[in-house]
Protein backbone atom coordinates (compact mmCIF):
# COMPACT_ATOMS: atom_id res chain seq x y z
CA UNK A 1 0.00 0.00 0.00
CA UNK A 2 1.50 3.52 -0.49
CA UNK A 3 1.33 6.40 1.64
CA UNK A 4 0.19 9.31 0.20
CA UNK A 5 -1.76 12.63 1.70
CA UNK A 6 -4.73 11.45 -0.36
CA UNK A 7 -4.50 8.17 1.44
CA UNK A 8 -4.35 9.91 4.95
CA UNK A 9 -7.20 11.94 3.35
CA UNK A 10 -9.16 8.77 2.38
CA UNK A 11 -8.44 7.10 5.04
CA UNK A 12 -9.28 9.38 7.56
CA UNK A 13 -12.94 10.08 5.80
CA UNK A 14 -13.82 6.32 6.35
CA UNK A 15 -12.72 5.53 9.93
CA UNK A 16 -8.61 4.71 9.33
CA UNK A 17 -10.17 0.78 8.55
CA UNK A 18 -8.27 0.50 5.46
CA UNK A 19 -4.61 0.82 6.72
CA UNK A 20 -2.48 -2.82 6.30
CA UNK A 21 0.47 -3.64 8.23
CA UNK A 22 3.90 -2.15 6.91
CA UNK A 23 5.25 -5.57 6.58
CA UNK A 24 3.97 -9.20 6.92
CA UNK A 25 4.69 -11.63 9.35
CA UNK A 26 5.85 -15.18 7.22
CA UNK A 27 6.84 -18.43 8.72
CA UNK A 28 10.45 -18.88 7.71
CA UNK A 29 10.84 -21.07 4.54
CA UNK A 30 13.18 -23.81 4.61
CA UNK A 31 15.33 -22.19 2.16
CA UNK A 32 16.49 -18.78 0.87
CA UNK A 33 18.92 -17.30 -1.66
CA UNK A 34 20.42 -15.36 0.80
CA UNK A 35 20.03 -15.01 5.09
CA UNK A 36 20.65 -12.05 6.97
CA UNK A 37 21.54 -12.51 10.63
CA UNK A 38 19.90 -9.65 12.64
CA UNK A 39 16.82 -6.89 11.45
CA UNK A 40 18.41 -3.72 12.88
CA UNK A 41 18.66 -0.69 11.00
CA UNK A 42 21.89 -1.91 8.55
CA UNK A 43 20.15 -5.47 7.78
CA UNK A 44 17.16 -4.46 7.20
CA UNK A 45 18.66 -1.86 4.69
CA UNK A 46 20.71 -4.65 2.83
CA UNK A 47 17.48 -6.85 2.41
CA UNK A 48 15.95 -3.76 0.55
CA UNK A 49 18.97 -3.12 -1.67
CA UNK A 50 19.40 -6.48 -2.55
CA UNK A 51 15.72 -6.93 -3.33
CA UNK A 52 15.56 -3.09 -4.67
CA UNK A 53 19.25 -2.92 -6.64
CA UNK A 54 19.97 -6.09 -7.28
CA UNK A 55 16.40 -8.37 -8.03
CA UNK A 56 17.64 -10.69 -5.11
CA UNK A 57 13.91 -11.42 -3.41
CA UNK A 58 14.13 -14.52 -1.72
CA UNK A 59 15.58 -13.33 1.19
CA UNK A 60 14.90 -13.75 5.07
CA UNK A 61 15.92 -11.13 7.90
CA UNK A 62 16.20 -12.92 10.75
CA UNK A 63 15.69 -11.09 14.27
CA UNK A 64 15.77 -12.10 17.91
CA UNK A 65 13.70 -9.63 19.44
CA UNK A 66 11.57 -7.30 16.84
CA UNK A 67 12.38 -5.06 14.68
CA UNK A 68 14.20 -1.97 16.13
CA UNK A 69 14.74 -3.38 19.40
CA UNK A 70 18.39 -2.91 18.39
CA UNK A 71 20.70 0.27 18.28
CA UNK A 72 18.64 1.25 15.56
CA UNK A 73 15.96 2.27 18.11
CA UNK A 74 18.32 3.80 20.89
CA UNK A 75 20.40 5.64 19.47
CA UNK A 76 20.72 9.97 19.45
CA UNK A 77 19.69 9.84 15.73
CA UNK A 78 22.96 11.80 14.18
CA UNK A 79 23.63 12.06 10.33
CA UNK A 80 26.64 13.56 8.99
CA UNK A 81 29.66 12.63 6.70
CA UNK A 82 32.17 15.21 8.62
CA UNK A 83 34.96 12.22 8.25
CA UNK A 84 38.73 12.60 7.24
CA UNK A 85 40.10 9.44 6.25
CA UNK A 86 39.70 8.37 2.42
CA UNK A 87 38.76 4.72 3.61
CA UNK A 88 36.18 5.97 5.74
CA UNK A 89 34.22 9.90 4.40
CA UNK A 90 33.65 8.66 0.67
CA UNK A 91 31.66 5.81 2.67
CA UNK A 92 29.85 8.73 4.64
CA UNK A 93 29.03 10.67 2.12
CA UNK A 94 27.32 8.15 0.15
CA UNK A 95 25.56 6.91 2.90
CA UNK A 96 24.25 11.25 3.68
CA UNK A 97 23.36 11.21 0.40
CA UNK A 98 21.25 8.38 0.29
CA UNK A 99 19.53 9.72 3.37
CA UNK A 100 18.93 12.52 1.23
CA UNK A 101 16.35 10.92 -1.17
CA UNK A 102 15.43 8.13 1.43
CA UNK A 103 11.75 8.74 2.01
CA UNK A 104 11.21 8.83 -1.38
CA UNK A 105 12.89 5.42 -1.83
CA UNK A 106 10.81 3.99 0.71
CA UNK A 107 7.84 5.73 0.70
CA UNK A 108 7.88 6.16 4.22
CA UNK A 109 8.42 9.33 6.48
CA UNK A 110 11.58 9.32 8.40
CA UNK A 111 11.77 12.58 9.79
CA UNK A 112 15.23 12.94 7.68
CA UNK A 113 15.81 17.00 9.34
CA UNK A 114 19.33 18.65 7.72
CA UNK A 115 19.64 21.20 10.19
CA UNK A 116 23.58 20.90 10.61
CA UNK A 117 25.94 19.68 12.70
CA UNK A 118 28.73 21.97 14.21
CA UNK A 119 31.80 20.26 15.69
CA UNK A 120 33.35 23.11 18.25
CA UNK A 121 36.66 23.60 18.79
CA UNK A 122 38.66 25.55 21.95
CA UNK A 123 42.74 26.36 20.52
CA UNK A 124 44.55 27.15 17.87
CA UNK A 125 45.50 23.35 17.06
CA UNK A 126 42.20 22.12 17.11
CA UNK A 127 41.00 24.58 14.68
CA UNK A 128 43.91 23.77 12.38
CA UNK A 129 42.77 20.00 12.99
CA UNK A 130 39.43 20.71 11.71
CA UNK A 131 40.13 22.70 8.92
CA UNK A 132 41.92 20.22 7.46
CA UNK A 133 38.98 17.67 7.82
CA UNK A 134 36.68 20.48 6.55
CA UNK A 135 39.45 20.48 3.45
CA UNK A 136 39.41 16.31 3.20
CA UNK A 137 35.37 16.43 3.50
CA UNK A 138 35.23 18.91 0.68
CA UNK A 139 37.52 16.78 -1.36
CA UNK A 140 35.38 14.06 -0.89
CA UNK A 141 32.63 16.17 -2.46
CA UNK A 142 30.93 16.80 1.20
CA UNK A 143 30.03 20.39 2.28
CA UNK A 144 31.87 22.24 5.46
CA UNK A 145 32.72 25.56 7.15
CA UNK A 146 34.88 26.63 8.91
CA UNK A 147 33.10 29.09 11.87
CA UNK A 148 35.00 31.31 14.09
CA UNK A 149 33.21 32.15 17.75
CA UNK A 150 31.13 34.55 16.26
CA UNK A 151 29.73 32.76 13.80
CA UNK A 152 29.11 30.35 16.36
CA UNK A 153 27.56 32.26 18.74
CA UNK A 154 25.10 33.06 15.87
CA UNK A 155 24.26 29.57 15.22
CA UNK A 156 23.72 28.75 19.24
CA UNK A 157 24.03 32.05 21.67
CA UNK A 158 23.05 29.97 24.70
CA UNK A 159 26.73 28.20 24.61
CA UNK A 160 29.25 28.85 27.69
CA UNK A 161 31.81 30.51 25.55
CA UNK A 162 33.98 31.71 28.00
CA UNK A 163 34.18 28.45 29.54
CA UNK A 164 37.39 28.49 31.93
CA UNK A 165 38.86 24.81 30.69
CA UNK A 166 37.34 25.31 26.94
CA UNK A 167 36.32 28.28 26.06
CA UNK A 168 34.33 28.24 22.35
CA UNK A 169 36.29 29.55 19.92
CA UNK A 170 34.80 28.03 16.67
CA UNK A 171 33.43 25.67 15.35
CA UNK A 172 33.26 22.81 12.05
CA UNK A 173 29.80 23.15 10.79
CA UNK A 174 28.40 20.31 8.21
CA UNK A 175 24.82 22.26 6.79
CA UNK A 176 23.63 18.66 5.03
CA UNK A 177 24.44 16.94 8.87
CA UNK A 178 21.07 16.74 11.00
CA UNK A 179 18.93 14.17 12.45
CA UNK A 180 16.55 11.48 11.69
CA UNK A 181 13.81 9.31 13.27
CA UNK A 182 15.66 6.38 14.31
CA UNK A 183 13.00 3.67 14.51
CA UNK A 184 10.94 5.33 10.94
CA UNK A 185 14.28 3.99 9.52
CA UNK A 186 13.99 0.37 10.89
CA UNK A 187 10.29 0.55 10.03
CA UNK A 188 10.64 1.90 6.58
CA UNK A 189 13.63 -0.38 5.46
CA UNK A 190 11.21 -3.27 6.42
CA UNK A 191 8.23 -2.09 4.72
CA UNK A 192 10.41 -1.25 1.36
CA UNK A 193 12.29 -5.15 1.69
CA UNK A 194 8.88 -6.72 3.03
CA UNK A 195 6.99 -5.10 -0.15
CA UNK A 196 9.90 -6.50 -2.91
CA UNK A 197 9.44 -9.98 -1.36
CA UNK A 198 11.53 -10.64 1.84
CA UNK A 199 10.71 -12.44 4.57
CA UNK A 200 11.07 -10.41 7.97
CA UNK A 201 11.01 -13.58 10.57
CA UNK A 202 10.88 -11.18 14.55
CA UNK A 203 11.30 -13.40 17.11
CA UNK A 204 13.97 -16.32 15.42
CA UNK A 205 17.59 -16.44 17.33
CA UNK A 206 20.28 -17.78 15.08
CA UNK A 207 21.84 -20.32 17.33
CA UNK A 208 24.38 -22.18 15.04
CA UNK A 209 25.48 -22.04 11.65
CA UNK A 210 25.31 -24.86 9.47
CA UNK A 211 28.05 -25.87 7.55
CA UNK A 212 28.89 -28.24 4.39
CA UNK A 213 32.44 -29.14 3.67
CA UNK A 214 33.63 -25.96 5.23
CA UNK A 215 31.21 -23.70 3.73
CA UNK A 216 28.34 -21.75 5.23
CA UNK A 217 25.02 -23.39 3.94
CA UNK A 218 22.50 -22.38 6.81
CA UNK A 219 21.74 -21.58 9.86
CA UNK A 220 20.06 -22.99 13.17
CA UNK A 221 17.63 -21.05 14.80
CA UNK A 222 14.91 -21.27 17.88
CA UNK A 223 11.95 -22.24 14.77
CA UNK A 224 14.68 -24.89 13.53
CA UNK A 225 17.48 -24.87 10.43
CA UNK A 226 16.74 -22.90 7.69
CA UNK A 227 19.36 -22.92 4.78
CA UNK A 228 20.90 -20.36 2.33
CA UNK A 229 23.23 -20.21 -0.57
CA UNK A 230 24.33 -17.32 1.53
CA UNK A 231 24.55 -16.00 5.09
CA UNK A 232 25.26 -11.93 6.33
CA UNK A 233 25.50 -11.61 9.33
CA UNK A 234 24.31 -7.69 10.55
CA UNK A 235 24.39 -8.18 14.36
CA UNK A 236 25.99 -5.53 15.75
CA UNK A 237 26.56 -5.22 19.48
CA UNK A 238 26.39 -8.66 19.52
CA UNK A 239 28.96 -9.64 16.78
CA UNK A 240 31.29 -11.19 19.37
CA UNK A 241 28.59 -13.76 20.59
CA UNK A 242 27.07 -14.47 16.71
CA UNK A 243 30.89 -14.61 14.79
CA UNK A 244 31.71 -16.76 18.21
CA UNK A 245 29.38 -19.64 16.56
CA UNK A 246 31.47 -20.23 13.69
CA UNK A 247 34.31 -20.30 15.67
CA UNK A 248 36.13 -16.81 14.85
CA UNK A 249 37.32 -14.09 16.91
CA UNK A 250 36.63 -10.35 16.15
CA UNK A 251 38.81 -7.31 16.98
CA UNK A 252 35.40 -5.92 18.51
CA UNK A 253 34.43 -5.07 22.21
CA UNK A 254 30.92 -4.69 23.57
CA UNK A 255 30.15 -2.10 25.55
CA UNK A 256 27.16 -0.21 26.66
CA UNK A 257 26.16 3.67 25.56
CA UNK A 258 23.24 5.47 27.11
CA UNK A 259 21.11 8.15 25.52
CA UNK A 260 19.26 10.93 27.57
CA UNK A 261 16.40 12.98 26.77
CA UNK A 262 15.03 15.77 28.47
CA UNK A 263 10.82 17.31 28.77
CA UNK A 264 10.00 19.17 25.74
CA UNK A 265 11.25 22.81 25.73
CA UNK A 266 10.97 25.33 23.12
CA UNK A 267 13.74 25.67 20.08
CA UNK A 268 16.53 26.21 21.75
CA UNK A 269 19.20 23.77 19.73
CA UNK A 270 19.63 24.81 16.05
CA UNK A 271 21.29 21.32 14.84
CA UNK A 272 23.44 18.90 16.62
CA UNK A 273 26.41 20.64 18.58
CA UNK A 274 29.09 18.23 19.32
CA UNK A 275 31.57 19.47 22.35
CA UNK A 276 34.94 16.68 21.70
CA UNK A 277 36.69 18.13 24.53
CA UNK A 278 34.25 17.03 26.94
CA UNK A 279 32.88 14.20 24.95
CA UNK A 280 29.37 15.37 24.98
CA UNK A 281 26.49 15.90 21.91
CA UNK A 282 23.32 17.35 22.27
CA UNK A 283 20.07 18.20 19.80
CA UNK A 284 16.63 18.97 20.34
CA UNK A 285 13.98 16.71 19.09
CA UNK A 286 10.76 18.10 16.83
CA UNK A 287 8.57 17.68 19.98
CA UNK A 288 11.03 19.62 22.09
CA UNK A 289 13.44 17.35 24.30
CA UNK A 290 17.15 17.86 24.50
CA UNK A 291 18.80 14.54 22.68
CA UNK A 292 22.07 14.03 24.24
CA UNK A 293 24.98 11.32 25.32
CA UNK A 294 29.01 11.11 25.95
CA UNK A 295 31.31 8.63 27.40
CA UNK A 296 30.51 5.15 27.02
CA UNK A 297 29.93 3.59 29.97
CA UNK A 298 33.59 1.94 29.95
CA UNK A 299 33.47 -2.08 30.54
CA UNK A 300 32.20 -4.70 28.31
CA UNK A 301 29.03 -5.87 28.40
CA UNK A 302 25.65 -7.48 26.57
CA UNK A 303 23.32 -5.36 28.82
CA UNK A 304 20.95 -2.77 26.89
CA UNK A 305 21.57 -0.39 30.01
CA UNK A 306 23.60 1.69 31.60
CA UNK A 307 25.00 3.11 34.81
CA UNK A 308 24.93 5.95 36.91
CA UNK A 309 28.45 7.13 37.18
CA UNK A 310 28.12 7.81 33.78
CA UNK A 311 24.87 9.42 33.67
CA UNK A 312 26.62 12.22 35.82
CA UNK A 313 29.72 12.79 33.96
CA UNK A 314 27.49 13.01 30.88
CA UNK A 315 25.20 15.47 32.58
CA UNK A 316 28.78 17.42 33.80
CA UNK A 317 29.91 17.39 29.70
CA UNK A 318 26.59 19.15 29.29
CA UNK A 319 26.78 21.99 32.41
CA UNK A 320 29.80 22.72 31.04
CA UNK A 321 29.14 23.59 27.89
CA UNK A 322 25.73 24.80 28.27
CA UNK A 323 24.84 25.70 31.81
CA UNK A 324 20.71 26.65 31.15
CA UNK A 325 20.29 22.99 30.38
CA UNK A 326 20.87 21.81 34.19
CA UNK A 327 17.80 24.20 34.73
CA UNK A 328 15.80 21.05 32.45
CA UNK A 329 14.11 17.72 34.03
CA UNK A 330 15.78 14.16 32.90
CA UNK A 331 12.59 12.24 31.11
CA UNK A 332 14.36 9.03 30.07
CA UNK A 333 17.22 7.29 29.32
CA UNK A 334 18.22 3.87 28.14
CA UNK A 335 21.13 1.98 26.98
CA UNK A 336 22.70 -0.07 23.76
CA UNK A 337 25.35 -2.25 23.23
CA UNK A 338 28.05 -0.76 20.99
CA UNK A 339 30.21 -3.02 18.60
CA UNK A 340 33.59 -1.19 19.57
CA UNK A 341 36.36 -1.93 16.63
CA UNK A 342 40.33 -1.30 17.58
CA UNK A 343 40.27 1.81 15.29
CA UNK A 344 36.98 2.83 15.26
CA UNK A 345 36.01 2.00 11.75
CA UNK A 346 33.60 -0.77 10.48
CA UNK A 347 33.83 -4.09 8.75
CA UNK A 348 32.22 -4.81 5.74
CA UNK A 349 33.79 -7.78 4.50
CA UNK A 350 33.55 -11.89 3.63
CA UNK A 351 34.82 -13.66 6.13
CA UNK A 352 37.02 -17.08 5.66
CA UNK A 353 34.29 -19.44 5.71
CA UNK A 354 32.89 -19.31 2.07
CA UNK A 355 28.91 -18.23 2.15
CA UNK A 356 29.77 -16.42 5.22
CA UNK A 357 29.69 -12.54 5.19
CA UNK A 358 30.63 -9.99 8.44
CA UNK A 359 29.24 -6.53 8.93
CA UNK A 360 29.85 -4.67 11.85
CA UNK A 361 32.10 -2.48 14.24
CA UNK A 362 29.97 0.30 13.81
CA UNK A 363 31.09 2.01 17.29
CA UNK A 364 29.54 4.82 18.33
CA UNK A 365 28.47 5.76 14.68
CA UNK A 366 26.27 3.05 12.48
CA UNK A 367 22.85 4.74 12.54
CA UNK A 368 24.34 7.59 10.13
CA UNK A 369 25.91 4.87 8.30
CA UNK A 370 23.19 3.13 7.77
CA UNK A 371 21.77 3.24 4.05
CA UNK A 372 25.37 3.45 2.89
CA UNK A 373 26.10 -0.03 4.90
CA UNK A 374 22.95 -1.96 3.35
CA UNK A 375 23.92 -0.68 0.04
CA UNK A 376 27.56 -1.67 -0.15
CA UNK A 377 26.67 -5.30 1.84
CA UNK A 378 24.29 -5.80 -0.31
CA UNK A 379 26.68 -5.17 -3.32
CA UNK A 380 29.20 -7.42 -1.64
CA UNK A 381 26.40 -10.12 -1.13
CA UNK A 382 24.96 -9.96 -4.76
CA UNK A 383 28.86 -9.20 -6.28
CA UNK A 384 31.23 -11.04 -4.22
CA UNK A 385 33.38 -7.97 -4.74
CA UNK A 386 33.66 -5.20 -2.11
CA UNK A 387 31.90 -1.55 -3.11
CA UNK A 388 34.30 1.18 -4.83
CA UNK A 389 33.50 3.03 -1.30
CA UNK A 390 33.97 -0.16 0.98
CA UNK A 391 37.31 -1.51 -0.13
CA UNK A 392 38.92 -0.73 2.96
CA UNK A 393 36.87 -2.01 5.58
CA UNK A 394 37.89 -5.11 5.72
CA UNK A 395 38.71 -7.52 8.31
CA UNK A 396 42.53 -8.66 8.12
CA UNK A 397 43.14 -4.77 8.48
CA UNK A 398 44.75 -5.77 11.61
CA UNK A 399 47.05 -8.16 10.16
CA UNK A 400 47.93 -5.84 7.02
CA UNK A 401 48.50 -3.01 9.25
CA UNK A 402 46.16 -0.71 6.77
CA UNK A 403 44.03 0.62 9.54
CA UNK A 404 41.26 3.15 9.03
CA UNK A 405 42.24 4.89 12.82
CA UNK A 406 39.88 7.74 11.74
CA UNK A 407 40.52 9.26 15.91
CA UNK A 408 44.50 8.26 15.43
CA UNK A 409 43.63 6.53 19.54
CA UNK A 410 44.88 3.41 18.80
CA UNK A 411 43.24 0.20 19.86
CA UNK A 412 41.16 1.93 22.37
CA UNK A 413 37.38 1.71 22.11
CA UNK A 414 36.55 4.45 24.62
CA UNK A 415 38.43 7.20 22.95
CA UNK A 416 36.58 6.25 19.60
C1 LIG B 1 22.77 5.30 22.90
C2 LIG B 1 23.26 5.22 21.48
C3 LIG B 1 23.41 6.38 20.74
C4 LIG B 1 23.87 6.31 19.41
N1 LIG B 1 23.89 7.47 18.68
C5 LIG B 1 24.22 7.41 17.37
C6 LIG B 1 24.13 8.58 16.58
O1 LIG B 1 23.69 9.64 17.03
N2 LIG B 1 24.51 8.50 15.27
C7 LIG B 1 24.99 7.34 14.74
O2 LIG B 1 25.37 7.34 13.57
N3 LIG B 1 25.04 6.19 15.47
C8 LIG B 1 24.66 6.21 16.76
N4 LIG B 1 24.68 5.05 17.52
C9 LIG B 1 25.17 3.80 16.91
C10 LIG B 1 24.12 3.13 16.05
O3 LIG B 1 22.86 3.11 16.68
C11 LIG B 1 24.56 1.69 15.74
O4 LIG B 1 25.89 1.69 15.30
C12 LIG B 1 23.70 1.01 14.67
O5 LIG B 1 22.34 1.17 14.94
C13 LIG B 1 24.08 -0.47 14.57
O6 LIG B 1 23.48 -1.12 13.49
P1 LIG B 1 22.02 -1.81 13.51
O7 LIG B 1 21.00 -0.73 13.42
O8 LIG B 1 21.97 -2.82 12.46
O9 LIG B 1 22.03 -2.46 14.95
P2 LIG B 1 20.86 -3.13 15.80
O10 LIG B 1 19.60 -2.35 15.70
O11 LIG B 1 21.42 -3.36 17.17
O12 LIG B 1 20.63 -4.50 15.01
C14 LIG B 1 21.24 -5.73 15.31
C15 LIG B 1 20.13 -6.72 15.52
O13 LIG B 1 20.68 -8.04 15.58
C16 LIG B 1 19.83 -8.78 16.43
N5 LIG B 1 20.51 -9.99 16.86
C17 LIG B 1 21.54 -10.14 17.72
N6 LIG B 1 21.87 -11.42 17.86
C18 LIG B 1 21.05 -12.13 17.05
C19 LIG B 1 20.90 -13.51 16.77
N7 LIG B 1 21.68 -14.42 17.35
N8 LIG B 1 19.93 -13.88 15.90
C20 LIG B 1 19.12 -12.98 15.29
N9 LIG B 1 19.23 -11.66 15.55
C21 LIG B 1 20.18 -11.24 16.41
C22 LIG B 1 19.53 -7.82 17.57
O14 LIG B 1 18.37 -8.20 18.30
C23 LIG B 1 19.38 -6.50 16.83
O15 LIG B 1 18.03 -6.18 16.56
C24 LIG B 1 24.22 5.07 18.84
C25 LIG B 1 24.05 3.89 19.59
C26 LIG B 1 23.57 3.96 20.89
C27 LIG B 1 23.38 2.70 21.68
Redesign the pocket.
Known sequence: MRYSAFQVLKEGLTGNKGWKPAWRDPEPKKQYDVII???????LATAHYLAKEHGITNVAV????W?????????????RSNYMLPGNEPFYELSLKLWEGLEQDFNYNAMVSQRGIVNLYHSDAQRDAFARRGNSMRLAGADSVLLDEDGIRNLCPDLDFTNARFPIKGGLWQPRGGTVR?DAV?WGYARGADSRGVDIIQN????GFTMDNGRCVGVD?NRGRIGAKKVAV?????SG??MSLAGMRLPIESHV???FVSEGLKPTIPGVITFGAGHF?ISQSDKGGLVF?GDIDGYNSYAQRGNLPVVEDVCEGGMAIMPKIGRARLLRS??????MSMDGSPFIDKTEVPGLYFNGG?????????PASGWCYAHLIATDNHHDVATELLLNRFKTGAVVDERGAGAQPNLH
Open positions: VGGGGHGLEKGIGSGNVGRNTTIIHACEVTTCVAGSRVLQAYGWGGIMDWCYGGFKAT
